[in-house]
C-alpha cells in the first residue's frame, strides 16, 4: 500500500496542464491557416493587377487555371498556358509556355523564384521575316528580388537548352549545355551583369564556312563580367544615343571566349 502514497504537496498534473501545449499548437496553426489563405488572395490579386497593368500599356495576356498552393511551407502561384504577346513597339513577340509557377517564402514577398514548365514557343520577327521557334530546357528558372522602387537583381539559370527553328529564319544557337545570367541594379543607377554560357553549339548553315572550318560548331565557354552605367536612360527607350549623351558606358570587368583553338580574354570600357 506505500507504495502508492505520494509525498506531501505532490499532486498530479492536472488535465488542463497537459493539454495547454496542444492548445496553443492549434491556435498558433489557426491564426497561421487564417493569414496564409488571406495572403493567398493578396497574390492573386496582384497577379491580376499586375496582368491589367500590362494589358494597359498594349500587351496581350491570356492563361487557363491560375491558382496559389505550397500551404504551409510557401505561397505558389501556379499558370497553366500562359501567353504573353508585346505591342508592335515593343517587338511584338508572342511567347508561350505550357506552365508558369512563381514561388515565395511566407515572410519574403519581396523574393520570387520562378519556374517556366515545359517547353516555350516564341514568335519573332527576324531579319525582317516572321520567325517561330521551340524552346526547350531540362531546367529553366528565374530568381526576382525586387523593392519599392522595382526589380533590383534578376537571375536566369538554364541547363540543357534545345531551340529548334519551327518557321522562318534559323537561330544562330541550336543548344547549350548551361546559362547563367545575373543582374544587380545598385543606387547609382549602375546595373553590373554577370553572363557565363558553357558548350554553346551553332545551327548548321549559321557560321561562314572558313569560321566552322578552324573553330568548330560549338563554343565550349563563353564568360561576361561587367556594369552598364547610366542604366535608366538605356532602359526607358532603349535609345542608344540618349544613352551616351547621358555619360553611359559599358565596363567590362572580364570577358572570356573558349572555342576550339582559340581562347580569349580582355577588360577595358566601352562608350559611344
Given at each position: ?141 528565374l530568381s526576382i ?33 548551361r546559362l547563367d ?54 532602359a526607358t527607350e ?35
Amino acid at each position: 500500500m506505500m507504495g502508492f502514497l505520494r509525498p506531501a504537496g505532490d499532486t498530479a498534473p492536472s488535465r488542463a496542464r497537459m493539454i495547454a501545449p496542444f492548445a496553443i499548437l492549434l491556435v498558433v496553426l489557426a491564426i497561421y491557416t487564417v493569414y496564409w489563405m488571406y495572403a493567398a488572395g493578396q497574390v492573386r490579386g496582384w497577379t491580376q493587377r499586375w496582368i491589367e497593368s500590362q494589358e494597359a500599356v498594349g500587351y496581350d495576356i491570356d492563361h487557363a487555371r491560375m491558382r496559389v498552393g505550397g500551404y504551409p511551407l510557401r505561397f505558389t502561384l501556379d499558370v497553366a498556358a500562359p501567353e504573353i504577346a508585346a505591342p508592335q513597339g515593343e517587338g511584338g513577340w508572342q511567347a508561350r509556355f505550357d506552365r508558369l509557377s512563381a514561388s515565395a517564402m511566407p515572410w519574403n514577398f519581396n523574393h520570387w523564384i520562378v519556374t517556366l514548365g515545359g517547353p516555350m514557343t516564341l514568335a519573332v520577327e527576324a531579319d525582317g521575316a516572321p520567325a517561330l521557334y521551340r524552346a526547350d530546357a531540362a531546367d529553366a528558372r528565374l530568381s526576382i528580388n525586387s523593392s519599392g522602387e522595382g526589380t533590383q537583381r534578376i537571375g536566369i539559370e538554364l541547363e540543357n537548352l534545345v531551340i529548334d527553328t519551327i518557321d522562318g529564319p534559323v537561330s544562330p544557337v541550336m543548344a547549350m549545355q548551361r546559362l547563367d545570367l545575373t543582374g544587380i541594379l545598385n543606387d547609382a543607377d549602375e546595373l553590373s551583369t554577370r553572363f557565363e554560357a558553357q558548350n554553346v553549339r551553332f545551327s548548321a548553315g549559321t557560321l561562314e564556312p572558313e569560321l566552322a572550318a578552324a573553330f568548330g560548331p560549338t563554343a565550349s565557354l563563353v564568360r561576361f563580367d561587367g556594369a552598364v552605367t547610366a542604366w535608366s536612360a538605356l532602359a526607358t527607350e532603349g535609345d542608344a544615343r540618349d544613352w551616351a549623351r547621358s555619360g553611359g558606358e559599358l565596363r567590362i570587368g572580364a570577358a572570356q571566349l573558349v572555342w576550339g583553338p582559340a581562347s580569349l580574354g580582355g577588360t577595358g570600357e566601352i562608350q559611344l
